[in-house]
T-cell receptor, first 112, second 118 residues
Framework: ETGVTQTPRHLVMGMTNKKSLKCEQH?????MYWYKQSAKKPLELMFV???????ENNSVPSRFSPECPNSSHLFLHLHTLQPEDSALYLC???????????FGQGTRLTVV | AQTVTQSQPEMSVQEAETVTLSCTYD???????LFWYKQPPSRQMILVIR??????QNATENRFSVNFQKAAKSFSLKISDSQLGDAAMYFC???????????????FGKGTLLTVNP
């Protein structure tokens, strides 16, 4: 248990649905991240939040919309996704942006 | 941009034996961190070991140790006395220590799937 909790663990959604992924940490970390893990590809950084401010958007399509209401919570809002968006979405946090990251267990997303 | 290469998609080891996982990276920076993460079937990425580039001494955590060769840009992970619970996907990762730019990014390799045979 790393202290980073993601819900739901599994999600199946249609291409016209709207859903949200949630990430929560109570480690006192100031930076939070969304990563995408697809089969046979390296983990891809999607977004970085530092002290609730988005500091990096790694050319992610607008159908993915992050939200960070406070340093402990991070959301990823999903809308009109494509089947190729099916992947494991991992949330991570770190004390500062240049220290080691602690990961959640991920949400396995399937878009049908 | 930094890149991380893990040339072994899969490795296997007998229980109680030793195995070494390879990782090379490319960077023009002099200060950075290197990490090995483990991802078991539960999917949670767990930090195994960390190495600061300015430290010459290789990091060690119990049965896990690294061979860090800065000039060669090599960062291999040695697992001694392998246990069944070590079976997982292992990822090598790089993080810059420089401020600004993409220093927030952990750059990962594609991973090595380790099987431990009883």
């Amino acid at each position: 248990e790393t202290g980073v909790t993601q819900t739901p663990r599994h999600l199946v959604m249609g291409m016209t649905n709207k859903k949200s992924l949630k990430c929560e940490q109570h480690l006192g970390h100031n930076a939070m991240y969304w990563y995408k893990q697809s089969a046979k590809k390296p983990l891809e950084l999607m977004f970085v939040y530092n002290f609730k401010e988005q500091t990096e958007n790694n050319s992610v399509p607008s159908r993915f919309s992050p939200e960070c209401p406070n340093s402990s919570h991070l959301f990823l809002h999903l809308h009109t996704l494509q089947p190729e968006d099916s992947a494991l979405y991992l949330c991570a946090s770190s004390l500062r942006v240049n220290t080691e990251a602690f990961f959640g267990q991920g949400t396995r997303l399937t878009v049908v | 941009a930094q890149t991380v290469t893990q040339s072994q998609p899969e490795m296997s080891v007998q229980e109680a034996e030793t195995v070494t996982l390879s990782c090379t990276y490319d960077t023009s920076e002099s200060d950075y961190y290197l990490f090995w993460y483990k991802q078991p079937p539960s999917r949670q990425m767990i930090l195994v070991i960390r190495q600061e580039a300015y430290k010459q001494q290789n990091a060690t955590e119990n049965r896990f140790s690294v061979n860090f060769q800065k000039a060669a840009k090599s960062f291999s992970l040695k697992i001694s006395d392998s246990q069944l619970g070590d079976a997982a996907m292992y990822f090598c990762a790089y993080r810059s220590l420089n401020s600004g730019g993409s220093n927030y990014k952990l750059t990962f390799g594609k991973g090595t799937l380790l099987t431990v045979n009883p």
